[in-house]
């Protein structure tokens, strides 16, 4: 891969670090980080900024500017979120939680910052954000019910692969009905494909299922109630996709993509776990890279 260098790789690291961190303790990391004085609280996320700054010195494009802004915005989100826990204790949604939600979405899928990357590192931009956004909203807002926990369980597994089951037929033929997918024969090493698998899972279906479901679709269901939560964050979702693959407005995927985030969601909500629609999320992805 271009550009992948031990720096790099290092910098990598340092992205997954705090994923990893809230995904194993979590409610311990918002306690710790609670007794702390706010100036610290607030500050401490811009050491995020930490992983731009080693690769685009090892890479020559290092910017004061994007320095600066990647120092600022985790701060900013976190700033934000300590005024909406102040504000609505209840949990039930504040304006702070839509705008940070807007501005990481709209980050990712218009790709506002990719430049400040070097060609074929612009995920880590991405990690960045899901860096920012877990600090802001497990730590400094602690909001509830988000199910974000890497100690996979079986109910998991059940659920993530039952909503797969329900969801591969439809996707299937709807998909070729509208010429979206075309199947093909592949037939990858064991190794290779559990390989493919887990990085989907880690690098494509976490981040996303944190989003929309942890986050959108969480704080939906307190406003709105399950059912039209569910709609509205599927429909986000496939919208998510409309620049996927295509130049223009892609329909077909957004169609099939807020389909899938019915799923998604479902396996979702049923115990509150990330996991549950990674599960399907990152089965689903898989499949399609493998097949279709």
């Known amino acids: 891969m271009q550009n992948v260098t031990p720096v790099a790789i290092a910098a990598l690291g340092l992205e997954l670090a705090p994923a990893v961190v809230f995904g194993c303790a979590a409610e311990r990391v918002a306690r710790a980080v609670d007794r702390w004085p706010v100036p610290l609280r607030i500050g401490l996320p811009a050491l995020l900024v930490a992983p731009y700054a080693m690769v685009s010195i090892s890479q020559h494009i290092f910017r004061w500017a994007w320095f600066a802004f990647y120092a600022a915005l985790p701060v900013a989100i976190a700033w934000l979120l300590l005024r909406a826990a102040a504000a609505d204790t209840e949990q039930r949604g504040d304006w702070r939680d839509a705008l940070i939600l807007l501005v990481l979405g709209l980050a990712v899928d218009l790709r506002w910052f990719d430049r400040a990357w070097p060609s074929g590192l612009r995920a880590l931009?991405?990690?960045f954000l899901v860096d920012a956004g877990l600090y802001g909203f497990l730590a400094i807002r602690q909001l509830s019910g988000t199910g974000f926990d890497f100690h996979l369980k079986w109910t998991d597994w059940k659920t993530g692969l039952r909503e797969l089951a329900y969801f591969t037929p439809i996707v299937i033929a709807l998909g070729l009905a509208l010429g979206f997918i075309h199947p093909h024969r592949n037939l990858p090493g064991i190794g290779s494909a559990f390989l493919r698998w887990v990085a989907i899972f880690f690098f494509t279906?976490?981040?996303?299922?944190?989003?929309?479901?942890?986050?959108?679709?969480n704080l939906l269901e307190r406003r709105v109630g399950r059912r039209t939560a569910l709609v509205i964050a599927s429909v986000l979702f496939g919208l998510s996709h409309f620049n996927k693959r295509s130049a223009h407005f892609n329909w077909r995927y957004v169609l099939l993509a807020t389909i899938a985030g019915i799923f998604y969601g479902r396996a979702?909500?049923?115990?509150?776990?990330?996991p549950a629609s990674t599960i399907t999320h990152a089965s689903v992805d898989w499949l399609w890279g493998l097949w279709f």
């Open 205 to 217: 279906a976490v981040p996303e299922e944190l989003f929309f479901r942890a986050w959108v679709q």
């Open 268 to 274: 979702w909500r049923e115990q509150r776990r990330v």
């Open 125 to 127: 931009n991405e990690l």
